[in-house]
C-alpha cells in the first residue's frame, strides 16, 4: 500500500467527508508515466461508492489549467473523461472520478476488434471539436518535437553526433508534411496506456495537450504505439474502417502514406523524451522501448524512397541502445 505525504493525505481525506464518503482510505499508486505527474487509485474503507483516483500535478511543471479546460470541452464533445471532483490549485491536486482498472494494452489480449471500435468512437468524437477550442499545432513545433530526438536520444543519450548531412531532409521533410493534411483536433498521446474500455465506451485519459493539427496523428499514435505492435495486415484494416467512419474527404493511399509518416515523426519524439526522461528527470522507466520504437520507425520509413537515408541510421541507434540497456543491466 502507498503512503502519501501528511498533508496531501489530510486533504484527500477532507475532500472524502465533503463528498459524501468515508475519510478512511487506502491508496494504491497507479503505472508511472512520461511526466512530472503522479496518480493514485484511492480506496475508501469499506468501498461505499467505488474508487476514485487522485492526481498530483505540479503546477509549476505541468499545464493544469489546460487540464482543466479541456477535462470540459472533451467531455461536451461526448468524450468520457475522468470528472473532477475536488481540486487544489495551488498545489496541483485534483480527485477524479474513476474510469476504471482495464487499459487498452490489456485489452487488447481479449478482444481487440471491439476495443479498437471503442477506440474510433472517442477519435471521432475528439475530432469534432472545433478549431479555437484548442491551440494550432504548428510545423514549427513537429521541428522542435524531432529535435528532441536528435538532441537527447543521439547526442545526449547515445553520446554520437548527428548526422545532420544525411539526416535533415528527412526530419524536415517528416515535419513539413503534416501542414497538407486536413486539421482536427488531436490529442497526442492516444496509445493503449490512456484508453481504458468500459460498458460500451472508451474512457479517455492525459488529454491536457491536446491540439489542433493533422488528421492522421491520433490514428497513428494508436495503430503504431511504443508499447504495443500491431501487424501490417491489422493496421491497413484499422485505418481502412477509420476511413470508412471519418467523415472527411481522405484519399486512401495517401492517407496510408500518411499515417506512417506521422507515426515515424511521433515516434522518433517519443524516443527522444524516453532518453530524456532519464537524463533530465531521473526515470528509467521508458528506456527498455527505444531499441524496438527505433526498429519500428525504420521500417516505416523503408517504404519511402525520400526518406532511404533514415532506416540505415535508426537500425543503429536500436542496435546502440540495446547495448546500452544491456550493459546497465
Not at 461536451?76 to 470528472?83: I, K
Not at 491497413?236 to 485505418?239: D, E, G, H, M, V
Not at 474502417?241 to 467512419?245: F, G
Not at 467523415?247 to 499515417?259: E, K, M, S
Given at each position: 500500500?502507498?503512503?502519501?505525504?501528511?498533508t496531501?493525505?489530510?486533504?484527500?481525506?477532507?475532500?472524502?467527508?465533503?463528498?459524501s464518503?468515508?475519510?478512511?482510505f487506502?491508496?494504491r499508486a497507479l503505472k508511472?508515466?512520461a511526466?512530472?505527474?503522479?496518480?493514485y487509485?484511492?480506496?475508501?474503507?469499506g468501498n461505499?461508492?467505488?474508487?476514485?483516483?487522485?492526481?498530483?500535478?505540479?503546477?509549476?511543471?505541468?499545464?493544469n489549467?489546460a487540464?482543466?479546460?479541456?477535462?470540459?470541452?472533451?467531455a461536451?464533445?461526448?468524450?468520457?473523461?475522468?470528472?473532477?471532483l475536488?481540486?487544489?490549485?495551488?498545489?496541483?491536486?485534483?480527485?477524479?472520478?474513476?474510469?476504471?482498472?482495464?487499459?487498452l494494452?490489456?485489452?487488447?489480449?481479449?478482444?481487440?476488434?471491439?476495443?479498437?471500435?471503442?477506440?474510433?468512437?472517442a477519435l471521432?468524437?475528439?475530432?469534432?471539436i472545433?478549431?479555437?477550442?484548442?491551440?494550432p499545432y504548428?510545423v514549427?513545433?513537429f521541428?522542435?518535437?524531432?529535435?528532441?530526438?536528435?538532441?537527447w536520444?543521439?547526442?545526449?543519450?547515445?553520446?554520437?553526433?548527428?548526422p545532420?548531412?544525411?539526416?535533415?531532409?528527412?526530419?524536415a521533410?517528416?515535419?513539413n508534411?503534416?501542414?497538407?493534411?486536413?486539421?482536427v483536433?488531436?490529442?497526442?498521446?492516444f496509445?493503449?496506456?490512456?484508453?481504458?474500455?468500459?460498458d460500451?465506451?472508451?474512457?479517455?485519459?492525459?488529454?491536457?495537450?491536446?491540439?489542433f493539427?493533422p488528421?492522421?496523428?491520433d490514428?497513428s499514435?494508436?495503430?503504431?504505439?511504443c508499447?504495443?505492435r500491431f501487424t501490417?495486415?491489422?493496421v491497413?484494416?484499422?485505418?481502412q474502417?477509420?476511413?470508412?467512419?471519418s467523415?472527411?474527404?481522405?484519399?486512401?493511399?495517401?492517407?496510408?502514406?500518411?499515417?506512417d509518416?506521422?507515426?515515424a515523426?511521433?515516434?522518433l519524439k517519443?524516443?527522444?523524451?524516453?532518453a530524456?526522461?532519464?537524463?533530465?528527470?531521473?526515470?528509467?522507466?521508458?528506456?527498455?522501448?527505444?531499441?524496438?520504437?527505433l526498429?519500428h520507425?525504420?521500417?516505416?520509413?523503408?517504404?519511402?524512397?525520400?526518406l532511404a537515408?533514415?532506416?540505415?541510421?535508426?537500425?543503429?541507434?536500436?542496435?546502440?541502445?540495446?547495448?546500452?540497456?544491456e550493459?546497465?543491466?
Open positions: 500500500m502507498e503512503v502519501l505525504d501528511a496531501l493525505h489530510q486533504w484527500v481525506a477532507e475532500e472524502l467527508v465533503e463528498l464518503r468515508t475519510g478512511d487506502e491508496v508511472a508515466e511526466s512530472h505527474r503522479h496518480f487509485r484511492i480506496l475508501p474503507a461505499p461508492t467505488g474508487s476514485l483516483v487522485l492526481m498530483s500535478s505540479p503546477p509549476d511543471r505541468e499545464n489549467q487540464f482543466e479546460h479541456l477535462a470540459e470541452v472533451f461536451a464533445h461526448g468524450v468520457c473523461v475522468p470528472s473532477i475536488a481540486r487544489q490549485r495551488e498545489s496541483g491536486w485534483y480527485l477524479l472520478s474513476d474510469l476504471g482498472t482495464l487499459h494494452e490489456q485489452a487488447y489480449q481479449q478482444d481487440s476488434a471491439a476495443s479498437l471500435e471503442l477506440a474510433l468512437d471521432l468524437k475528439i475530432q469534432t472545433p478549431e479555437g477550442a484548442v491551440p504548428t514549427q513545433r521541428h522542435d518535437e524531432l529535435a528532441i530526438c536528435r538532441e536520444l543521439v547526442e545526449a543519450w547515445l553520446g554520437e553526433t548527428f545532420a548531412q544525411d539526416l535533415d531532409d528527412a526530419f521533410g517528416l515535419a508534411r503534416t501542414e497538407d493534411q486536413p486539421q483536433c488531436v490529442h497526442r498521446d496509445h493503449c496506456r490512456n484508453l481504458l474500455p468500459g460500451g465506451v472508451m474512457g479517455v485519459v492525459d488529454f491536457q495537450d491536446a491540439l493539427g488528421t492522421s496523428y490514428l499514435s494508436l495503430l503504431h504505439d508499447y504495443y501490417p495486415a491489422e491497413a484494416r484499422w485505418r474502417r477509420y476511413l470508412e467512419r467523415r472527411l474527404p481522405l484519399d486512401p493511399q495517401t492517407f496510408a502514406a500518411d499515417v509518416l506521422m507515426a515523426q511521433r515516434l517519443a524516443a527522444g523524451i524516453f530524456r526522461l532519464q537524463l533530465r528527470d531521473q526515470k528509467t522507466s521508458h528506456l527498455r522501448y527505444i531499441p524496438s520504437t526498429a520507425v525504420a521500417t516505416l520509413c523503408g517504404r519511402y524512397k525520400d537515408a533514415l532506416p540505415p541510421h535508426l537500425l543503429r541507434w536500436a542496435e546502440a541502445a540495446a547495448r546500452k540497456l550493459d546497465a543491466g
